[in-house]
Every structure is written in C-alpha cells, then in structure tokens.
Nanobody, 111 residues
Framework: QVQLVESGGGLVQPGGSLRLSCVAS????????MAWFRQAPGKRREYVAS???????NYADSVKGRFTISRDGDKNTVYLQMNNLKPEDTAVYYC?????WGQGTQVTVSS
C-alpha cells in the first residue's frame, strides 16, 4: 500500500526552479510532521526541510532562503518549492513522515 507519492523532479539549469509534490494518505497527512530529505550519489541521506501539522517549518542551512515547504490540506499534499537551484542540489529527493518513505524523485541541476 503506497502511502507517500512524490513527483515533480527533473533536469533544470543552475539558477532555475522546480516544485516537488508529495501526496499522502489522509491519515498520514493529518497526523505527522512531513519532511523532505535528499540523497546525492555516494553520500548519506540528509534532511532538507519539514513542516508540522500546524504549519511550523524548519530548513537545513544549505537550503534556507532558497527552498520553501508548504502543505495543502484539501489535497493531502506537501510541496517543496526550490528556487535558485545549484549543482550541489542534485539528488534523489524523498518525502518522509515518521518511519514512512516515498519512492523518491530525481532532481538534476546541470547546464
């Protein structure tokens, strides 16, 4: 049973933007803090951003000021708006809630 489904990844040039989406089941969306993590080739998975059920947000220092996390209760969806993308943002991005992970979506930043 798939509970978190990500979409929105792709190839973008440095300085460009992408918006990732994570659709969750209603029970997960309403109960848990939702987060985004990423994993670049050869590196450990790292925290990117999170948003609580009441909308409190938190960001890794590396993305602060460039990425924005938000949630839409009507759609059970969490978004990650990524602006001013850099080559070092290249990674597979994963949606997370508690111990539940999505399948990931690839983001590649390259000219």
């Amino acid at each position: 049973q798939v509970q978190l489904v990500e979409s929105g990844g792709g190839l973008v040039q440095p300085g460009g933007s992408l918006r990732l989406s994570c659709v969750a089941s209603r029970s997960i969306y309403s109960s848990y803090t939702m987060a985004w993590f990423r994993q670049a080739p050869g590196k450990r998975r790292e925290y990117v951003a999170s948003i609580t059920t009441v909308g409190t947000t938190n960001y890794a220092d590396s993305v602060k000021g460039r990425f924005t996390i938000s949630r839409d209760g009507d759609k059970n969806t969490v978004y990650l708006q990524m602006n001013n993308l850099k080559p070092e943002d290249t990674a597979v991005y994963y949606c997370n809630a508690a111990a539940i992970w999505g399948q990931g979506t690839q983001v590649t930043v390259s000219s």
